[in-house]
């Protein structure tokens, strides 16, 4: 019998580099996006914010190096 893939993690996290990071005010949260409604703590589209939040992002990058860029984000 085959062993069972893996499951893979279902968001994708990007490095970024560590200069890049600290010079430039990237817009890399939910709270920079304008899909995020703040008030009912919620995207537009339906996805889930807990991965995109700015604390979240931190720490991941923190840790690791990387963080989840949501793909579908819009800066004002």
Not at 12 to 26: C, E
Not at 30 to 57: I, L, M, N, P, S
């Amino acid at each position: 019998m085959p062993t069972p893939k893996r499951p893979q993690p279902s968001i994708r996290h990007d490095a970024v580099n560590p200069t890049d990071y600290n010079k430039y005010r990237l817009p890399w949260s939910c709270e920079d996006c304008t899909h995020y409604d703040r008030t009912e703590d919620r995207c537009t589209f339906g996805y889930v914010v807990k991965w995109h939040k700015r604390a979240y992002q931190k720490h991941s990058y923190e840790l690791s190096g990387k963080f989840a860029v949501c793909r579908f984000q819009e800066i004002d």
